[in-house]
C-alpha cells in the first residue's frame, strides 16, 4: 500500500497556465508539507499544515497556494506558472515529535516542467 | 539561522570501499540530525537519525553520530555496494513541527 501518493507524477505545461498537484497519506498523520527540489537536488520546504491548519509558511511566492481539505490531503496550485518553477515538487507527512524528531515520510514526486 | 553543510559530490567508489560523507550544521537551539537517501526516481526516505549529543544513529549498515564539539554528523559505512548509489541528504530540525533543513546533497556512484 502506497503511503505517501502525489498525481500527477509528470506535468508539463506552458509558462502563465494554472495547475494542481494532489497529495495524500494514508499513515495517520496529522502534519503534511510540501517542498521543492531543483535540477541541482536542492530542497527546500515550502509550506505545512498540521490538521488543516497552516503551521510553515516560507518565503515562498503568492502564486502557490496550498490548500487540505482534510488532515489526510495537502494540495497545491499554482497560477501563472513561470520557468523557474520547473522542479520536483515532493509532499511528505509525519507526526511531529519533541524538535522535530520523528521521520517524514515523502512521497515519490510530481516533476514540474514548464515550456 | 540554521544552515547544513555537506560535502560536494559525486563521490565515486569501487564496491566494497569505504564510504565518509562529511555533513556539519549550524543551529540554535538543540537539533534533531538525520540522514535521508534518494534512490534514482524516486522519493527521500530516512536513512538514520540522531536526537542528542553523542547519540549514533545506524541503518543499513550506514552510521553517524551526533557531535556537539564539532558540530558534525558524517555518514559512514565500511563497504558499499553498487545498490547504495544514490543522492544522500543531510538535515536537520530544530522545531516541534520538524521543518527539515537539508544540506545540498551528494551523489555516491558505486561501480562493480
Known amino acids: 500500500d502506497t503511503a505517501v501518493s502525489q498525481t500527477p507524477k509528470y506535468l508539463v505545461t506552458q509558462m502563465g497556465n494554472d495547475k494542481s498537484i494532489k497529495c495524500e497519506q494514508n499513515l495517520g498523520h496529522d502534519t503534511m508539507y510540501w517542498y521543492k527540489q531543483d535540477s541541482k537536488k536542492f530542497l527546500k520546504i515550502m509550506f505545512s499544515?498540521?490538521?488543516?491548519?497552516?503551521?510553515i509558511n516560507e518565503t515562498v511566492p503568492n502564486r502557490f497556494s496550498p490548500k487540505s481539505p482534510d488532515k489526510a490531503h495537502l494540495n497545491l496550485h499554482i497560477n501563472s506558472l513561470e520557468l523557474g518553477d520547473s522542479a520536483v515538487y515532493f509532499c511528505a507527512s509525519s507526526r511531529p515529535g519533541l524538535a522535530g524528531a520523528n521521520e517524514q515520510f515523502f512521497g515519490p514526486g510530481t516533476r514540474l516542467t514548464v515550456l | 539561522g540554521n544552515s547544513v553543510t555537506q560535502m560536494e559530490g559525486p563521490v565515486t567508489l569501487s564496491e566494497e570501499a569505504f564510504l565518509t560523507i562529511n555533513c556539519t550544521y549550524t543551529a540554535t537551539g538543540y537539533p534533531s540530525l538525520f540522514w535521508y537517501v534518494q534512490y534514482p526516481g524516486e522519493g527521500l526516505q530516512l536513512l538514520l537519525k540522531a536526537t542528542k549529543a553523542d547519540d549514533k544513529g545506524s541503518n543499513k549498515g550506514f552510521e553517524a553520530t551526533y557531535r556537539k564539539e564539532t558540530t558534525s554528523f558524517h555518514l559512514e559505512k565500511g563497504s558499499v555496494q553498487v545498490s547504495d548509489s544514490a543522492v544522500y541528504f543531510c538535515a536537520l530540525s530544530v522545531d516541534s513541527w520538524g521543518k527539515l533543513q537539508f544540506g545540498a546533497g551528494t551523489q555516491v556512484v558505486v561501480t562493480p
Open positions: 499544515y498540521n490538521n488543516k491548519e497552516l503551521i
